[in-house]
């Protein structure tokens, strides 16, 4: 992934709150980290579904290691696993390794395979978010964890599924090749936002970059992009399907 525009400590998550109807709970499986929101309390069936799926990915890796370890994307045959076919097909639209989808296909595997028991859930896994979802949503946008967030993305209740997904090159433990706050990417597909959010901000080195960004954002439209916001420093960018609103 490319590095996590929120803290390790996941004060973020305060800002998320469940609406009437809804609860909202964490799953954690090894170093997958959730925060999901639902219209039932599903914790233990979703930790089983994400240690499944994180055994598929393990499994793979253990025989092909070159899946974990390259920055480019790797072919993978028609036998794999659905999840680590997915990975493999959105990192190989963005020009980045497999990996850098890994958590977009976490967050949406769990919420695809529970949206017939919760029509309404929402999946936060570091900083990506996957969600179905039956009535209008606010997602925050967070440059500086520390002064939380003034800006957010509302989705329209006809808008989804809706995965935003998000890489930093200044905040977060996971590997970001440029020095930008934040790069967001709106798709449907979380594989896909999660690998193009790493793609973009790759790019972003320098304010003189920002242009560099938005032309390669237009140029992954696509294969499925449907906006960008991107910010260093005090400069902000966005393009496409994003309509921002100011948070209290």
Known sequence: MGGRH???????????RAREGEVRFQVGVEQTDLLVVAELDLR???AAYVARVRGEIKNWILFHPEFAESLVPVPVPDTAPDVVRAMAEAAAKCGVGPMAAVAGA???AVGDAFADRSPNIL???GGDTYLRSTRERVV?????PGSGAAIGLRLEENAFPVALCASSGTIGHSLSLGSGDLVAVRAEDARFADAAATALANLLDSEADM???L???RELAAEGLQGVFAQYDAKVAA????ELVALD
């Open 106 to 108: 976490v967050a949406q």
């Open 211 to 213: 242009d560099r960004v």
């Open 44 to 46: 233990d069936e979703v």
């Open 123 to 125: 999946v936060e896994n």
């Open 140 to 144: 925050a946008l967070l440059a500086d």
């Open 239 to 242: 393009w496409g399907d994003l």
């Open 215 to 217: 032309r390669r954002a």
């Open 6 to 16: 929120l803290s390790a400590e996941r004060g973020y998550r305060r800002m998320v």
